[in-house]
């Protein structure tokens, strides 16, 4: 009996590309999987929309796999990969929730309207707990956080991403930001009376 070999990413996604193997499409997804998962929670709060969009993501970049074009090898292609895969789960994320219709548009606000208030981060923070405050923001908020501050997106990009002026969203990711603060003072306030 023939022994299969085992499969590394750049393996399976080349494989992918190439013959549109299903053992290489299940390596993938059960490889990325718990990455593109989180990527799809930080824009919604629903497991169950998080957990669709995140299947949609993979439907998607297997149906795009021959445009994915690198040439790099090991570390370098599996984030050049990882990084193609955000993308398409932050676009399909993004669409959602521009279908859902939460978008409210906003007067332009300056930026300097808002008060600077400085927090320092307790190193006893988890990822758990900033996650639970990430998602007690609205969903423009939160989503204008996560391409700016997460995903490295300029302003100028969420604004065409998202169909906003720029100042738009300056003024959404200050709001975030404030809120954050606020909220995590507040968490470190309740967590201290105990």
């Not at 709060?45 to 690198?70: I, V, Y």
């Not at 959602?96 to 320092?120: G, H, I, P, T, Y």
Request: with cysteine; charged share 30%.
């Amino acid at each position: 009996m023939k022994r299969k070999m085992a499969l590394s990413l750049e393996d399976a996604v080349r494989c992918c590309a190439q013959k549109g193997d299903e053992r290489s499409k299940e390596f993938i997804y059960k490889s990325c999987y718990g990455y593109v998962r989180a990527i799809t929670m930080r824009y919604v709060k629903n497991e169950f929309d998080a957990e669709e969009l995140t299947n949609e993501s993979f439907l998607r970049a297997f149906g795009k796999m021959t445009t994915f074009n690198n040439n790099d090898t090991g570390e370098r292609f599996e984030k050049s990969f990882r990084a193609w895969l955000a993308r398409i789960a932050v676009n399909l994320s993004i669409d959602f929730l521009r279908a859902q219709k939460q978008f409210m548009s906003l007067d332009n606000v300056k930026e300097d309207e808002f008060d600077k208030q400085r927090v320092d981060v307790s190193s006893n923070l988890d990822v758990a707990d900033i996650m639970k405050l990430l998602l007690q923001l609205p969903e423009i908020q939160r989503t204008i956080f996560n391409l700016y501050e997460v995903e490295g997106y300029s302003h100028e990009e969420v604004s065409k991403m998202l169909g906003i002026p720029e100042s738009t969203s300056r003024t959404y990711l200050t709001r975030a930001k404030k809120k954050l603060r606020k909220l995590y003072l507040a968490s470190t306030d309740i967590a201290a009376r105990y």
